[in-house]
């Protein structure tokens, strides 16, 4: 199974400020996903990257605030914009198959 | 009704106890059913996936799937103290590749 490096694992940044979360993975992979984890919580989906096209936002998410990047079939970025507290959560991207999909071990991110 | 429910827990049980950790679902398009384990300040872990109804083992776990109950159930047998983590059953849909996840179960094994 697809390896996961994400990166920073953890950040505490200033309201109205915008943070860029990489993530590599060791294998060409098709379909990449981005989750948000509030603590204690299940996995919400924001965003499935696909390398060549616009990430697909699910309902609740949009373009401006999370703006996503896939360059290639190993990396992917996603960019939490204008943060405020509320945006203060665990963000975990995800790839791999039907056959099983990898996390990587997630940014904690705190806004102050 | 969510897609996916889950028993929330928390669930606390002796060392060496079964455990059963449940889930049920409301789209029959689900077709892959995983579960996953995760430690805290960790990402989920793939513990185990079936796309049949019947049961799955892999060593101390089973993964059981009844697709006309649409019922999903993990079972960890002689249960010890490094088990303790959230579960989380997530279901695929085949058709868009995406996960839904249960609201996860957190287990704590008392030694």
């Known amino acids: 199974s697809a390896v996961i490096s994400q990166k920073p694992s953890r950040d505490i940044c200033q309201r109205g400020t915008s943070l860029t979360i990489q993530c590599q993975v060791d294998s060409q992979v098709t379909m990449m996903f981005w989750y948000r984890q509030q603590p204690g919580q299940s996995l919400t989906l924001i965003a499935t990257a696909n390398q060549g096209s616009e990430a697909t936002y699910e309902s609740g998410f949009v373009i401006d605030k999370f703006p996503i990047s896939r360059p290639n079939l190993t990396f992917s970025t996603l960019t939490v914009s204008n943060m405020s507290p509320e945006d203060s959560s665990i963000y975990l991207c995800s790839a791999g198959t039907v056959y099983g999909y990898t996390f990587g071990s997630g940014t904690r991110l705190t806004v102050v | ?111």
């Open chain 2, 1 to 111: 009704q969510k897609e996916v429910e889950q028993d929330p827990g928390p669930l606390s049980v002796p060392e060496g106890a079964i455990v059963s950790l449940n889930c049920t679902y409301s789209n029959s398009a689900f077709q892959y059913f995983m579960w996953y384990r995760q430690y805290s300040r960790k990402g989920p872990e793939l513990l185990m996936y079936t796309y049949s109804s019947g049961n799955k083992e892999d060593g101390r776990f089973t993964a059981q799937v009844d697709k006309s109950s649409k019922y999903i159930s993990l079972f960890i047998r002689d249960s010890q103290p490094s088990d303790s983590a959230t579960y989380l059953c997530a279901i695929l849909d085949f058709g868009n590749e995406k996960l839904t996840f249960g609201t996860g179960t957190r287990l704590t094994i008392i030694p």
